[in-house]
């Protein structure tokens, strides 16, 4: 069955620390992978998002994300992390093939930063 | 340029009664996606539009479940009678069709339902 997971549902860091959020993906073929951000109250935001090319992509907010084959996984990454960071962050895939239409989420991860 | 607008953003409701959530995607967008987001979990897709046509909505419990998007713009999902289990936040996406891989989803605030 087509799944992504996120094994991290918490993580606190301090600002000014680097950051890493983990996200494996279950599926023979590359899908399309995603990194959503959602604040309180607010949507889902894209980061970023890798369909081919270059392995690591940049995003906006300072973040990127490596897309690894043989590890299956797409893990999101910041150098330094500031205190408007902390939200909740979604991995997602699109399997269909196609683009966004069919995105399978994770269940996310918390990232709460300590000042 | 305007969001993705969704009203209301809150909502409680008694069990068995009927509620209905409204989204007007983004000026110009074809696609239009309702999301289930359970407390602690990602979002489920219920059912995609493209304009007034409902491509995907086999997520969509539809002994309870309705949506509807007339005319290819707004639209309107309905729950009828609402289950204690219904409460979650339900989220409106839509994104410009016809750009193939790069048919990015922006998301609205989404509403936040609690039955009782």
């Known amino acids: 069955a087509q799944s992504v997971t996120q094994p991290d549902i918490h993580i606190t860091v301090s600002e000014g620390a680097s950051l890493e959020l983990r996200c494996n993906y279950s599926?023979?073929?590359?899908?399309?992978l995603f990194w959503y951000v959602q604040s309180p109250g607010q949507g889902l935001q894209l980061l970023l998002k890798?369909?081919?090319?270059?392995?690591l992509v940049q995003g906006i907010k300072g973040f990127e994300a490596e897309f690894k084959r043989s590890q299956s996984s797409f893990n999101l990454r910041k150098p330094s992390v500031h205190w408007s960071d902390a939200a909740e962050y979604f991995c997602?895939?699109?399997?269909?093939?196609?683009?966004?239409?069919?995105?399978?989420f994770g269940k996310g991860t918390k990232l709460s930063v300590i000042p | 340029e305007a969001g993705v607008v969704q009203s209301p953003r809150y909502k409680i409701i008694e069990k068995k009664q009927p509620v209905a959530f409204w989204c007007n995607p983004i000026?110009?967008?074809?696609?239009l996606y309702w999301y289930l987001q359970n407390l602690g979990q990602g979002p489920e897709l219920l059912i995609r539009?493209?304009?007034?046509?409902?491509?995907?909505d086999s997520q969509l419990p539809k002994d309870r479940f309705s949506a509807e998007r007339l005319k290819g713009v707004d639209s309107t999902l309905k729950i009828q009678p609402a289950e204690l289990g219904d409460s979650a936040v339900y989220l409106c996406?839509?994104?410009?069709?016809?750009?193939?891989?790069?048919?990015?989803?922006?998301f609205g605030p989404g509403t936040r339902l609690t039955v009782l």
């Open positions: 996406a839509s994104s410009l069709a016809g750009q193939g891989a790069f048919d990015e989803q922006f």
């Open positions: 599926y023979g073929a590359t899908p399309y």
């Open positions: 997602a895939v699109d399997y269909s093939g196609a683009g966004s239409y069919q995105l399978t």
């Open positions: 000026s110009g967008h074809n696609t």
């Open positions: 890798y369909f081919s090319g270059d392995t």
């Open positions: 539009y493209e304009n007034e046509e409902a491509v995907d």
